[in-house]
Each structure stands twice: as C-alpha cells, then as structure tokens.
C-alpha cells in the first residue's frame, strides 16, 4: 500500500507543525497548563480560525470535507508538541457521534457551531464498571412523559469541565450488556442534579466524574434515534482510538528526534553519548519502532477512510468489512501501545537523571503515551479484540 502523502498535504503538515512549533513551544508548556481547563481559550479560537475544527464535516454543514488521513495529520502534529485542548472531545468524539448519529436538523444546528469554535462538548461514555466495553451501559433513562428520567454515573469524561454540552450514553431498554437499547441524551452541564467531579489528569489535561439521580430530561435532549446508538459509538470509538494512535506517533518521533539531538551535544568519559556503538543500535531500535508503529497508523487510517467505499461495493453485507477495519484499528492501538510505551522509557534512560526533569519534556511524553495506552482499550484488550475478530472472519468464511 502507498503511504506517501499528497503536495496538499504535506503543505498541510508542515504548516501545521510550524504553527504549533511558533505558538505552543515546550518552554511556555507550564504556564500554559496552569489556565483552568488546561489550555487558554485564545488557543481554540485559533484553531477555528486556521479551519483544524472543521476540517471532518461535510461541506454541506460548513466543514471542510476532510478525510481520516487529514485529522491523523493534524493528531500527529499534535502529538509532537504535546498540545493541550478539547479537538479529541469535540471534534473528534462528540462532533463525529453527531455527525453519524444526529438528526438532519441537529448537524445543521450543531456541527458548524463546532467548526466555528463556538461549541466545545464531551462525551460520557464509560462507567466505573464497565472497563472498555462499549455495551456495558448501566446508566439508565426512563420515559416520563415528556422526557427521560436519567439515573447512573460516569467516569473519565474528557474536558467536561470546559464543555457547553455533554452527550451521555444512558440505557432505554435492554439487558445491562446489550447492544442494542443505547440512546444519545444532550445535556447543560449547569443545569439543576447534575453532581460533576473535576480533577486533572497526570498528563494535564482534564476529566471529570458525573453523578445523574432522577435527573429530568425533555424529550428535545435526545440526540438521533432512541435505542440505536451503539454502531455509531462504536465507529466512531475506532476512529478516536487511530487519531490517538497518531497522536502517540508524533510523541513517538519527537522521543526519537530530540534524544538524537542530545546524543550529538552531551559528552560522556569525554566523547559525545552518540559516539558509543551501543546507544546508537538502541536509538536505531527507537527508529525502527517509530516507523513500525506509524505504518499501522496509516493502514488503519486507510481502512477507514476506504470504509464508506466498501460498503457500497459489499451488496448489503457488511460484516466483513467491519470486521477487517476492526482488527487493523486492534491492530494499531496494540502495537503502538507496546511501542510507545518502549520508546518513552527509552528516551528516559537516554536522558538519564535528567529525563525525569519536569524542565524536560521527555518524562511529559511519557506521561501522555500512558494516558493514551489506557484510552479506549490498552494493548491486551486489543489483543484480545483482533483474536476474536479474527475467529469470527474464520467462522463466517467457512
């Protein structure tokens, strides 16, 4: 398969990372996660403006159009420079689920307020209980009347504290395992029985825990169809699960890159640290996993952008195909995450006493790659994950 880029967009690339180079350089990391929410607010309103926030959506709802490959561009940039901001929540989970799950008149509402920096949501997904699990929901909501009676609780919803909405995954019928019964509810996280926990993350950026008891919600709250939520989730799980996997990429390079820049500058028993044949085949070994890991990257990433044109070719049956782009986006997540974890605790032995330095932004890197590693499925979930796909794709060819 042909990974190599277009002229657009690598044009695209290289002015995204100089951008980020110029305005979030490492040095200003500190005072920049000391804002509330993690990041300033000016920031957001800049990527509005360069177009980054609509770069997925169709043009008919004032996005850009933009492929899967063009938002694993801008999740690797992101990933080099360790940027700290709701594109993931917003855009890439919340923007995505609307985008495949709402009503004809919620994308003409929503999506362009998203593209135009003037929306910023999160979505609760995950319960304590639950694990990665996508069906395992046990928050429910109750008909009454003119709305739902929600009840339940969520955990690790990313940047709710900054959202203007958060979209919560309840039950409405169905089994505490189903599949099917999972339904969309929009909510103001100001409004009257909502009980939200705020806390950083070890990797700066923010999340929340959210307690629901017989909170009322009207019937306008309901995000697309009642009881048809999970396919969408699911995609849309996928697609997040490769932008992070390009995320932890581009931390990956930047691992490899700045540990090379220290072996020419650092002198050890009076030579440079990249004298020694030993840490150059270990540094050797950090490219080779960096390459490795990014062409799972893209092949996913090329699985999902090809899906759409898949299933129109598949005469109705798209079983087969779903379960090919499952197993290459378990395949990615679980290779990058054994990679990257590998990677981070190299730079840190390269770097030695100093890699744990907060002045350094090593030990950052790793941070975030284990936030990663624990997001939507840890290597040994997507191991298991590709197995079973995999049995099925037997099972069904036979």
Avoid at 216 to 236: E, N, R, S
Avoid at 363 to 370: D, S
Wanted: hydrophobic letters at 40%; a negative charge; glycine letters at 8%.
């Amino acid at each position: 398969m042909n990974f190599t880029f277009s002229e657009e967009q690598n044009l695209f690339r290289d002015s995204i990372r100089r951008y980020l180079e110029e305005t979030y350089p490492f040095e200003n990391r500190a005072k920049t996660l000391e804002h509330p929410n993690g990041y300033p607010e000016e920031l957001w309103q800049s990527l509005a403006e360069l177009g980054w926030l609509a770069l997925p959506f169709a043009e008919e709802y004032d996005g850009l159009g933009g492929s899967a490959v063009d938002s694993m561009i801008v999740m690797e940039e992101i990933g080099r420079v360790l940027l700290v901001s709701p594109f993931l929540s917003t855009v890439l989970l919340s923007g995505q689920l609307i985008a495949a799950a709402g009503s004809e008149s919620q994308k003409r509402d929503l999506i362009p307020q998203i593209g135009a920096g003037q929306l910023k949501l999160a979505l609760a997904f995950a319960e304590a209980n639950s694990g990665y699990d996508l069906a395992h929901v046990s928050t429910s909501a109750v008909k009454e009347g003119n709305g739902y009676r929600l009840n339940g609780a969520k955990c690790a919803v990313f940047n709710a504290q900054s959202a203007d909405i958060i979209i919560v995954v309840a039950r409405t019928s169905g089994a505490v395992d189903d599949q099917e019964g999972l339904s969309l509810f929009r909510l103001d996280p100001t409004m009257d029985g909502l009980e939200i926990k705020n806390y950083r993350t070890h990797d700066g950026g923010t999340a929340s825990d959210i307690v629901f008891e017989d909170l009322f919600i009207p019937d306008k709250a309901l995000l697309g169809d009642v009881g048809t939520a999970y396919p969408h989730l699911q995609k849309v799980i996928d697609q997040a699960s490769v932008a992070l996997c390009a995320e932890a990429s581009g931390a990956m390079w930047a691992i490899s890159e700045q540990s090379g820049v220290y072996f020419k500058t650092r002198e050890q028993f009076g030579q440079n640290l990249g004298s020694f044949q030993a840490l150059q085949h270990r540094l050797v070994e950090v490219y080779m996993k960096c390459q490795l890991s990014q062409s799972l990257v893209y092949d996913a990433v090329c699985a999902l952008d090809d899906f759409d044109v898949l299933e129109q070719s598949a005469d109705g049956d798209t079983t087969n195909i779903a379960q090919k782009v499952s197993q290459k986006v378990s395949a990615a997540k679980y290779q990058v995450g054994l990679d990257a974890r590998s990677v981070g605790q190299e730079g840190i032995q390269f770097h030695g006493g100093m890699g744990m330095m907060t002045e350094l932004p090593i030990g950052h890197y790793y941070k975030r790659i284990t936030m990663i590693n624990a997001t939507f499925g840890d290597p040994r979930y997507h191991l298991k994950r590709y197995r079973d796909t995999m049995c099925q794709s037997i099972i069904s060819a036979t």
